[in-house]
């Protein structure tokens, strides 16, 4: 949403004995909207029904954000690291992507339609993001025999954010594309001269444009004219090399094990705009590295 961004920070480290501390952690951060958002620009597409219309807007504020971050670390013996974190972020003029339908012309240069569905850049009053998030990742080196190649790496986080003072609505969405629940879990396999990772993820469903008013419908957000959401993702990926000497390497790799579909929804699931099928995909070759015995 934002391409250019400043920060200042501080923060503040307390050693908990050997193997853990806590950090404290303040920064003020400022975004400033990406050039075309700003500018007197206009596209215009007549193959579709409503007529697709993006304008700039000159009147874009910047974004700033005060943030405020707790995290506790532990380190692990061997090779392992446990965090967990609380994160707290106001925001104030958020930039987001506002999609409405209108039969008024937005731009004199426009033709004459029966519809335009207009979208453009604003801000979105103030924000607030809290959550919390736990990761831990270690080699188990310690087990016997073939199993010390072993190693997990982990990670969940959970978000509540809201939205107030979005133009055209009294109540307090959350911000784009900011999912309630991730994780990711990847156990990994090495040895000397081979390598393997199984990567399993997950975004909950997230607001990916606002779209709707209070003056929309009578379902309110949750029907078909409300906010257009992403539907919630999980993926199973897998990659793996094996060395085998003087700088030449076997490698292959499998994507969306699993064939989840990736698509878009307006309000609830119920009301599908879109679904995008890939099935899996493999690949696999062979690397030479120069240098290397």
Known sequence: MSAQGLSRDAALRI???????????FSRGVARPDPQDIVQALSYD?????????????????EHANNYDLLYERYLKPLGLI????????????????THTTTIQPNPALPTAT?????????????HVQGFEIGFQQHLTYLPGVMRGLGISANYSYTESTTDGLPGRSDHPAL???????????????????????????????????????AADSIAPHGPVGDNYLYSHFQVDVQGSYNIAHGIQVYAYGLNLNNEVFGFYNGSPQYVVQREYYKPTYAGGVRYTFGEK
């Open 15 to 25: 050693g908990l004995g050997g193997h853990s501390d806590l950090r404290l952690v």
């Open 46 to 62: 007549a193959s579709t029904t409503p007529e697709p219309v993006t304008l700039g807007n000159t009147n874009l504020k910047p």
């Open 83 to 98: 965090q967990a974190g609380y994160f707290y972020k106001d925001l104030t003029d958020p930039i987001a992507q506002f």
């Open 115 to 127: 519809s335009y569905q207009v979208t453009q850049a604003g801000n979105a009053g103030s924000a």
């Open 176 to 214: 784009l594309r900011q999912a309630p629940n991730t994780w990711n879990i990847s156990p990994t396999f090495d040895t000397r001269k081979f390598s393997m990772r199984v990567g399993m993820t997950y975004d909950g469903a997230m607001i990916y444009e606002y779209q709707w008013t209070d």
